[in-house]
């Protein structure tokens, strides 16, 4: 489905503190299944996520996103394919809110404003009215068991339904993949496995699923289909596909 070819990701070039982020890396993500990108603190992995999910574009290589529907990919096309690295910004912003859904570590949700609110947020710019985005919300805070606290403050939630809001807030799209970064890190075990069994049932709706994590209980959890290990921005055991 996301196919990486050679990308490299440099930041500061040609300054003194230079440095190589992401290094010559080649990659095939495949379609519905569960890919962990595992490694230290520094290790690229966060980089790599950005690069993949049209937050940042490589220094050099290419990367494809094939069977997406976006609104410039003609209609016809029965596998259509798009080279995301080399796309004007506003086609990546197309294709971050119809293709991607995001699971950021720090959850990033709004404060001062409710989970349900926090919920909607990524749809507001497609256009859709209020009343049909609003009613997928509540579906969607209802399928976690949080409907209850559509209208709190995200401030006044526990770690683990601020943990539900912002995976709601990530399929509100529909997306087809799903980008995790490190998203176990401030969980305590009982919460990073809940987390992992949600994973599990995205992934068996067909989606597909990027994670960057160095937690043992995400990368020895059965559910993963690939532990992809990565250091100083290289892929150093898992990449072949």
């Known amino acids: 489905m996301i196919e990486l070819v050679h990308v490299s990701k440099q930041f500061n070039a040609g ?8 290094d010559d890396v080649s990659l095939t993500i495949r379609r519905g299944e569960l890919t962990i990108l595992k490694g230290p603190s520094g290790s690229g992995k966060t980089t790599l996520l950005s690069l993949v999910g049209c937050m940042s ?5 290419r990367i494809y996103l094939r069977g997406v ?3 410039f990919v003609p209609g016809d ?3 259509p394919v798009v080279d995301i690295s080399s796309l004007p910004e506003r086609f990546l912003t197309d294709i971050r809110r119809r293709a ?3 699971i950021f570590q720090q959850f990033n949700l709004v404060r001062g404003v409710t989970a349900l609110e926090n919920v909607m947020l990524p749809s507001y710019p497609t256009g859709e009215g209020y009343a049909a985005i609003r009613r997928r919300a509540d579906e969607l805070l209802e399928r976690f068991g949080i409907r ?8 006044w939630l526990s770690g683990g339904e601020l943990q539900r809001v912002a995976i709601a807030r990530a399929l509100i799209n529909d997306p087809a ?6 998203p176990t890190a401030h969980l305590d075990s009982r919460l990073s496995r809940e987390l992992l069994d949600l994973l599990g049932s995205f992934k068996a709706q067909g989606r597909t699923i990027i994670m ?3 937690d043992p209980i995400a990368c020895d959890h059965p559910l993963a289909d690939r532990v992809v290990e990565m250091r100083d921005g290289r892929i150093v055991a898992g990449g072949s596909s």
């Open 212 to 214: 960057a994590s160095h």
């Open 69 to 71: 529907r976006t609104s």
């Open 100 to 102: 991607f859904g995001f």
């Open 15 to 22: 300054r003194a503190n230079e440095f190589q982020a992401v």
């Open 148 to 155: 209850r606290q559509g209208g709190s403050r995200v401030e």
């Open 77 to 79: 096309e029965a596998e």
């Open 57 to 61: 574009r490589p220094t050099s290589g």
């Open 177 to 182: 993949v799903i980008i995790a970064d490190e």
